[in-house]
């Protein structure tokens, strides 16, 4: 996280016992002797990007639904102000509704700000929704190397190896 | 009446201890996941530095802080040469089990003990000592007449005080301190937010061994200090923490003065050879009805 | 059932094995290592107690040293105040100890890691008070007398001589032979199976049907059996009484357990005769370099507690893991 590289792990990896307030401090801390000041800055801008985190700062993580879990571990690494992030599996265990938003708010932070976005992502159709580029992986092996909008559009590859 | 009072003044003041012992005995578990059964070999040993230091003619705040010094510089060691080589080894079919995960700390905090008491046998013999208070022990004047407990005892209790305010607003209100719950709580995530973990778990350890040599500092005027004298605090204090709930420092405080009092009126009301009894009688009544304790989390029984 | 009688056989080739060896070393040794090798299987018999408790069914106990107390006393109690022969007063200090087992078993089967370590200490503590408190039926600090005695006739008649600690060698060997008996059978059963579950994978245990809380409160009663076993031989070496049974005696035990292996009866072996002899190892590895007495005094707890540490961090399993490393029963 020192280097730069924000990682959110599967399974919306928050600490259920911190609040949420916690939690995304939490990922700001090696910043704090250095740089108080934008860290306040980051974690509003977080806030706005998620205005349900911010209404619910003091409760319990654990106390979340699914869906506020995954967008607080996300938070968490946002705040460190990332140059890169490492999104494992955000949809999982999901609804799709969800899952939409969150990867559009994602999305639209990546488009606003620079941010590079590694998504690592079982369910193709959201990821190459927004993806610039994409690597398909079937068993450890690099199948394909495209740009998304190639990948979208090759149809072959998309029932051979996506399902769709 | 006089008795119940000066029992309930000497159950406070040897509370606070018991409660010193017991936050000590939380900070470890909660920065670090271990239940230090060294905790008070830690702070005999530091304390026998302070009753040299004095016997040398320094003054007894110097000795003090240098106790405390040495307090935290034991625990930082004992982290580093023992526990941290502990958690790294994994590739034992003994550490297989769950059940022998938890216990094997207990075991090396038991041989820490070991190695503490005979070095402390080696280098100051079995001699008991103790030394002054830095306050006046005799029984404070109130209005004219003697009351049953003394400046050192409103001087221990006003420490204790300090301390548990003070590593209250430490773990809720600093960074550090968040960093030291997250590591405890949750030490994959934490690691994933940039917290060195390694750093933050050595840093209970330093403050639990501060904790702990604060204890024996400040019982050790009025009982004599021998390598084994502080064994029973430790029971105590560990029944303290149980009692107000192993993950929680302000429980930890309450346990000790419950136990204080409860060790006070066994003394006066019973036989001291009760108290250990009694102390078991609470721990068991304690643990059957209200595992967590008074202000533990239902959540938090880690094996 | 072959393979459990074939279990069984060998079981019982070894005891026999280990009760030859150490019969023959009884006439090969001078009276104090007689002595010494008595305490040793005394212990042996202890730290088999911790192998089955901790090693096997995964359950600390800081207090296997209380539990000898009470197979002590209970012996004495019998010796003295009901008139019972020695060996009438060992079955009653097991039937004591497996009592105390059940209420210790019943305190403790809910609890677990450093719980049910300071729960066990905090007993070990209690259980000798008890002693100094009710000084008029336990002797108080100064404790009771029991003693092994003259050896019989028959035996003096077919050695000729039996010396004192040969004596107190020959009398706890029988028993010796039969807690490794016993334990080997446990180990090697679908009881120590059981146990083993419940050490390594408790909760699918309980969904497979074995009755945990009940399993966890029968092993401690079993192992306290061995405990009180250990502790009543201890007792007659010659004094029942707090001094004799000091929380320290726990430590040794799990120390002795560690050391050799806390989950083999050969590491239970190894660990009582390195934590027995380890004084006299000391005084004879020093002698060239003759320390102070101090130093002297409080060398082999030192030694013993340094070891018990590198142990737990280098090597947990103990000798007896190191020098085996293909897994047997464990």
Redesign the interface.
């Known amino acids: 996280?020192?280097l730069g590289i924000a990682?959110v792990?599967e399974g919306h990896?928050?600490?259920s016992?911190?609040s949420v307030e916690?939690n995304i401090?939490?990922?700001a801390?090696?910043r704090?002797r250095s740089n108080k000041a934008d860290v306040r800055i980051a974690i509003q801008e977080i806030y706005q990007l998620f205005p349900r985190l911010e209404e619910r700062k003091k409760q319990l993580a654990g106390s979340l639904s699914g869906g506020e879990r995954q967008m607080l571990a996300i938070s968490?690494a946002l705040v460190?102000r990332p140059s890169l992030l490492l999104l494992d599996e955000p949809s999982l265990g999901l609804a799709p509704l969800v899952v939409e938003q969150i990867i559009q708010t994602v999305n639209d932070l990546c488009r606003n700000t620079g941010l590079t976005v590694l998504l690592v992502e079982q369910n193709a159709n959201t990821a190459l929704g927004v993806a610039d580029h994409g690597i398909l992986l079937s068993l450890g092996t690099v199948v394909a190397d495209l740009p998304a909008a190639q990948m979208k559009a090759d149809v072959a590859l998309r029932a051979a190896y996506l399902g769709y | 009446m006089d008795i119940f009072l000066s029992a309930i003044f000497a159950g406070t003041s040897r509370g606070a201890i018991y409660a010193l012992a017991a936050l000590g005995l939380v900070l470890v578990w909660r920065g670090a996941g271990v239940v230090n059964f060294a905790q008070m070999g830690q702070a005999m040993f530091s304390t026998y530095i302070a009753s040299t230091l004095i016997a040398q003619n320094y003054s007894y705040w110097i000795a003090f802080v240098v106790a405390l010094i040495s307090g935290g510089a034991l625990g930082a060691l004992v982290d580093l040469l023992v526990m941290r080589p502990l958690n790294r080894k994994r590739s034992s079919s003994v550490l297989d089990s769950p059940a022998m995960r938890s216990t094997v700390p207990v075991i090396a905090s038991l041989g820490i003990l070991g190695v503490l008491q005979a070095a402390a046998g080696m280098i100051w013999a079995a001699e008991e000592r103790g030394f002054p208070t830095p306050v006046n022990s005799l029984g404070l004047v109130i209005n004219g007449k003697i009351m049953p407990f003394t400046a050192f005892d409103l001087f221990v209790i006003g420490i204790v005080f300090v301390t548990l305010v003070a590593t209250t607003y430490f773990f809720k209100g600093t960074g550090m301190g968040l960093a030291m719950r997250a590591s405890a709580l949750n030490p994959e995530v934490a690691r994933l937010s940039g917290i060195r973990i390694g750093f933050v778990r050595t840093l209970s350890w330093v403050i639990s061994g501060v904790a702990s040599s604060l204890a024996g500092l400040l019982v050790t005027p009025s009982a004599n200090l021998s390598p084994n004298t502080l064994d029973l605090i430790l029971i105590i204090g560990f029944t303290a923490a149980v009692v107000g709930g192993l993950d929680s420092l302000l429980g930890s405080v309450i346990g000790g003065f419950v136990l204080g009092l409860l060790v006070a009126f066994v003394n006066v009301y019973d036989a001291p050879e009760d108290i250990f009894l009694a102390i078991l009688v609470v721990l068991l009544t304690v643990l059957i009805i209200r595992p967590q304790g008074i202000l533990g989390s239902k959540e938090v029984r880690r094996v | 059932m072959s393979k459990a009688h074939s279990y069984g056989r060998t079981n019982l080739i070894i005891s026999i094995l280990f009760a030859a060896v150490v019969f023959f070393l009884s006439i090969k040794f001078d009276p104090y290592n007689q002595g010494q090798l008595a305490v040793a299987l005394m212990v042996f018999i202890g730290v088999l107690s911790i192998v089955l408790l901790t090693g096997t069914s995964g359950q600390i106990s800081l207090g296997q040293g209380a539990l000898m107390a009470v197979g002590g006393f209970a012996a004495a109690l019998g010796i003295l105040n009901l008139g019972l022969s020695i060996w009438l007063a060992i079955a009653l200090a097991i039937i004591a100890a497996l009592l105390a087992g059940l209420l210790l078993g019943i305190a403790a089967a809910r609890l677990s890691g450093p719980y049910l370590a300071g729960t066990t200490l905090v007993i070990a503590l209690a259980i000798p008070s008890l002693a100094t408190r009710f000084e008029s039926v336990f002797g108080g600090d100064v404790g009771l007398n029991i003693a092994f005695g003259d050896p019989p006739a028959w035996l003096t008649s077919l050695m000729s001589e039996v010396g004192y600690e040969q004596w107190q060698l020959l009398a706890t060997l029988p028993f010796a032979t039969l807690a490794l008996f016993f334990t080997s059978n446990i180990l090697s059963s679908r009881t120590g199976r059981t146990w083993r579950a419940l050490r390594d994978h408790e909760i699918a245990a309980s969904l497979a049907g074995i009755k945990i809380s009940e399993t966890k409160i029968f092993v401690f009663v079993i192992s306290s059996g061995f405990a009180g076993l250990a502790g009543v031989l201890y007792g007659l070496r010659g004094i029942v009484g707090p001094s004799v049974y000091p929380i320290s005696l726990s430590l040794l035990l799990l120390a002795g357990a560690v050391l050799g292996g806390i989950r083999s009866i050969l590491g239970a072996l190894i660990g009582s005769i390195l934590v027995v002899f380890l004084p006299d190892l000391i005084e004879w590895a020093s002698g060239s370099f003759s320390p102070s007495e101090q130093i002297a005094n409080y060398l082999p707890a030192m030694i013993s507690s340094i070891l018990l540490i590198l142990t737990v961090v280098l090597n947990p399993g103990g000798i007896a893991h190191g020098l085996h490393h293909k897994k047997r029963h464990h």
């Open positions: 996280m020192r990682h792990p990896a928050v600490i016992q911190l916690e401090e939490m990922g801390l090696f704090m968490r460190s």
